[in-house]
């Protein structure tokens, strides 16, 4: 991991103006990692969005060398929200930039949010129940589930359906939703495990290495609304064949 320079804000979090105020009390152990890279169009809503969520959560932002002005947006958010920011010196992918969050959180709970506004916030008690309640110590939010969602490109969709099937068929589980950006673990789970990711396998990575660790992924319903590649969305063909790569490799190695 490359030296990371950090920005941190000491501010008391601001109370949530509506949302889950009497579940928000149980966040206080939650760590909540969002990686960004040239999000300046969402990345101060989708902060607040999860503050009002989650008031006592440890927020992280860690910028993955952004250069259209999300590093200025960053360093002029309101101190009440209370955000640590974590600066990588270049651009290193995603999965680098989560990696970096994880070693950086101090919470129980570690929960990914991508800084687009794709996944809502206001997801978070369905999230975090299973482990609150000890049924499980990896969560994942499934888009495939029923909740509303608006419609995502079909070949974005078949890619998905795909990958999750080769996972349920090379590491014997039934996941919906391999692929989906909202993963939450017990902060003793993902820190006790090595990862070596840098760019979207990150997802296949870590869901192979849970499953190997016999950690059975409870999913749960999440709403979902996409963004259409001249909003900002990064990911492509040649990360669906990293992530067949990588759910090959780390299914005969660590």
């Not at 989708?46 to 959560?57: E, K």
């Amino acid at each position: 991991m490359t030296a990371a320079a950090n920005l941190g804000y000491n501010a008391p979090a601001v109370e949530p103006a509506g949302g889950f105020p009497a579940f928000a009390e149980r966040f206080v152990h939650l760590s909540v990692i969002i990686p960004c890279y040239n999000e300046l169009a969402t990345i101060q809503e989708i902060v607040q969005r999860v503050r009002a969520t989650a008031p006592a959560a440890e927020i992280l932002v860690v910028d993955d060398g952004s250069q259209d002005g999300t590093r200025d947006r960053l360093a002029a958010l309101d101190p009440a929200l209370n955000v640590r920011v974590i600066l990588h010196e270049r651009n290193q992918g995603k999965g680098a930039a989560v990696q970096t969050g994880i070693a950086a959180a101090t919470g129980e709970i570690i929960l990914i949010q991508d800084a687009d506004l794709e996944y809502d916030p206001r997801d978070y008690p369905a999230l975090l129940r299973p482990i609150e309640e000890g049924l499980a110590a990896v969560v994942y939010g499934s888009r495939f589930l029923g909740a509303p969602r608006r419609a995502m490109m079909f070949w974005h969709m078949i890619a998905n359906q795909l990958l999750t099937l080769m996972t349920n068929i090379l590491y014997d589980t039934i996941l919906s939703d391999m692929e989906t950006g909202y993963k939450v673990f017990r902060a003793d789970v993902i820190k006790g495990i090595p990862l070596h990711s840098r760019r979207f396998d990150f997802e296949p990575e870590v869901t192979a290495k849970v499953l190997k660790r016999r950690h059975r992924i409870y999913e749960v319903p999440i709403s979902f609304a996409p963004r259409e590649y001249w909003e900002g969305k990064k990911i492509g063909l040649r990360d669906a064949f990293e992530a067949v790569w990588t759910l090959l490799k780390y299914r005969f190695v660590d």
